[in-house]
């Protein structure tokens, strides 16, 4: 009886152990697998982004176990070069199943300095599985003078300004655009002014932050005929 018994404990150590060492060995191979099997997904809210426009970047557990480490990322451009690899906590974080976590990042490169139009990828890891996106940035600079002159052909199209933040001031250029809230600002560059709606303008104060060189995308939108701009993204430059 003794040894019977003996003999079924053994059994059931044996079990427990082996149980959890292949619980184990399955996840090594799934953290393996998932590098090439999409353990993570890596992508971006858009595929194509305005300059100046914020892109937020998210890393998904897609397999089928929880996740731990500390996530990171690095950009790079079209020739493989680094643009951007921001400072990260050394946090450690859980991912169950179908969890995401995301980023935000401003265009701005590791030199502080706006990126151009190109293709770029991200590339991102997570309890040592990487994965990869890619997205394009694209858009030149409009002057207000052209938008005010011809607003049929800009009417409903993203555009980006470049000037000067006016707040609630009186720019020097005449105010031809409609104002369509109380809450609306100005910009304005070298060629004219036009009012901004639709978008904070934090962390620029309307009243006092004057003159702050600037970066406004948005879409343009017509009101009787006359053109103002429906606001995405406001940079500091």
């Not at 993570?40 to 809210?45: K, N, Y």
């Not at 104060?205 to 948005?218: E, F, Q, T």
């Amino acid at each position: 009886m003794k040894l019977f018994v003996l003999i079924l404990a053994s059994m059931i150590f044996l079990g427990v152990v082996q149980g959890g060492c292949m619980n184990r060995i399955r996840d090594v191979f799934a953290r393996v697998r998932g590098g090439s099997s999409k353990a993570i997904e890596v992508a971006t809210d858009k595929d194509v982004y305005a300059i100046g426009e914020k892109v937020v970047i998210t890393i998904k557990n897609t397999g089928s176990s929880v996740l731990e480490g500390t996530p990171s990322y690095v950009i790079y451009d079209s020739s493989g070069k680094e643009v951007y690899s921001p400072m990260m906590m050394q946090t450690i974080r859980k991912l169950v199943v179908n969890e995401s976590i995301s980023f935000t990042w401003n265009q701005i490169d590791n030199n502080g300095k706006q990126i151009k139009e190109g293709m770029y990828n991200v590339e991102a890891s997570f309890a040592g599985i990487k994965g990869e996106a890619e997205f394009e940035t694209k858009g030149s600079y409009v002057q207000i003078e052209r938008v005010i002159a011809e607003p049929e052909n800009y009417e409903g199209k993203e555009v980006m300004i470049k000037g000067k933040f006016i707040g609630w001031s009186i720019p020097q250029h005449e105010i031809v655009t409609p104002m369509m809230t109380r809450s609306d600002w100005i910009v304005e560059d070298k060629t004219g002014a036009i009012y901004v709606t639709k978008l904070n303008s934090e962390p620029l104060n309307p009243a006092s932050d004057l003159g702050r060189k600037v970066i406004v995308s948005g879409v343009i939108r017509l009101e009787e005929g006359k053109p103002y701009m429906e606001g995405k993204s406001l940079r500091i430059i």
